[in-house]
């Protein structure tokens, strides 16, 4: 599903070039819960945003579903992004403005399907998250927990292929932790794709396959 061939990202300044990721080489195939760890600043995020289409290597090539995205225009590859990909961030990022029900919805809109389909795609994800109470609440009236799970329900309406998710419980407690990773090990027993960062190894564990990033570059790959 994904493949990274020989991957830089590297920033040039007036005198010197300074690399963030050095020679990726990293093949994910659909079904797998991959876990990127590794420490701060060593290219995890990047890796994950190059991986989502919201980032572009500097070198080298990437294939997702055999299509090669490092040729792709902006344009083709957000599109990409949109139908195959959800991704969750560690700080949500919902929009405060907009309603649980509304959040939930956005990347409907952006796809642009039709209204009946929305609301009833809404519904179905709102009954699955145990959140049509919540439905019309703001971002800032839910518990952390809460609203990360609202953050993962907008990754999930428009069925993607690959949910990535960067720290996704970086600010959660430990039994909200738990309860994001007992539902991505559900979604991947169902299918999905995952591939998630984290620093913990409890985490980790919920996953396959775990990769260990240093300095921009692979580590150490193991399944288990
Ligand atoms: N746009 C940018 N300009 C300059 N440096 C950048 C840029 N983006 C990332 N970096 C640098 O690249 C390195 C890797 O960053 P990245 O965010 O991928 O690390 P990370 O492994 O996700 O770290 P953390 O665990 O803290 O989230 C860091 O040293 C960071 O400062
Ligand atoms: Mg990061």
């Known amino acids: 599903m994904i493949k990274l061939k020989d991957v830089d990202k590297f920033i040039d300044s007036k005198y010197q070039r300074t690399f963030i990721l050095k ?13 990127i760890m590794g420490p701060s600043g060593a290219g995890k995020s990047t890796v994950m945003n190059i991986i989502g289409m919201l980032d572009e290597p500097s070198q080298g090539e990437y294939y997702f579903l055999d ?3 490092h040729k792709m225009k902006e344009r083709k590859r957000s599109e990409l992004h949109k139908h195959h990909i959800g991704f969750v961030f560690q700080a949500y990022h919902l929009i405060d403005e907009l309603t649980v029900y509304e959040n939930i919805e ?3 809109l952006y796809k642009g399907v039709k209204s009946s389909e929305r609301k009833s795609l809404v519904a179905e994800m709102l009954d699955r998250f145990q959140m049509v109470a919540k ?6 009236q839910l518990s952390g927990g809460q609203q990360q799970l609202v953050g993962v329900a907008r990754a999930l309406i428009g069925q993607p292929k690959l949910l990535l998710a960067d720290e996704p419980t970086g600010n959660l407690h430990s039994d909200q932790a738990e309860e994001i990773m007992k539902l991505f090990q559900k979604l991947n027993s169902e299918g999905m794709t995952i591939v998630q960062v984290t620093h913990s190894k409890e985490n980790a564990a919920y996953g ?12 150490t790959d193991s399944t288990h």
């Open 23 to 35: 020679g990726i080489d990293l093949e994910i195939k659909q079904g797998e819960f991959v876990t």
């Open 67 to 69: 299509e090669p995205i």
């Open 106 to 108: 956005t990347p409907l």
């Open 135 to 140: 439905k019309d609440l703001f971002p800032e």
């Open 208 to 219: 396959k396959r775990t990769i260990n990033i240093v300095d921009g570059a692979i580590d």
